[in-house]
């Protein structure tokens, strides 16, 4: 009902940028918050940072001053721009969408399949 597709992952120096991109698609009849999680190997997946319907962001602590979310509402689109990369920032990187399909739907999370980020020199 509910697709999301992540996009612009990829390999990174260390102190470089990555722009990440998940369009939302399919049947939606409304989008609450959404988010960025990463899950590094050996790792529980764990949030990175939140944008809700109204714009309100939160960011893990790890990530506070170096990365931002932001989101297209027009386009169903959420970003996240990442700067000052470190290496363990490496992770496969999820979007996930508390979303509505249809009027009648209860709301459910949606997540995509996942963006590789590596952080190495």
């Known amino acids: 009902q509910v697709q999301l597709v992540e996009s612009g992952g990829g390999l990174v120096q260390p102190g470089g940028s990555l722009r990440l991109s998940c369009l939302a698609s399919?049947?939606?009849?409304?989008?609450?918050?959404m988010a960025w999680y990463r899950q590094a190997p050996g790792k529980q997946r764990e949030l990175v940072a939140i944008?809700?319907?109204?714009?309100?962001?939160e960011y893990a602590d790890s990530v506070w001053g170096r990365f931002t979310i932001s989101r297209d509402i027009a386009t169903n689109t959420v970003y996240l721009q990442m700067n000052s990369l470190k290496p363990e920032d490496t992770a496969v990187y999820y979007c996930?969408?508390?979303?509505?399909?249809?009027?009648?739907?209860?709301?459910?999370?949606?997540w995509g399949q996942g963006t590789q980020v590596t952080v190495s020199s």
């Open positions: 996930q969408a508390g979303a509505r399909a249809t009027m009648r739907s209860r709301q459910l999370d949606y």
């Open positions: 399919g049947t939606i009849f409304s989008i609450n918050a």
């Open positions: 944008i809700t319907g109204g714009g309100s962001t």
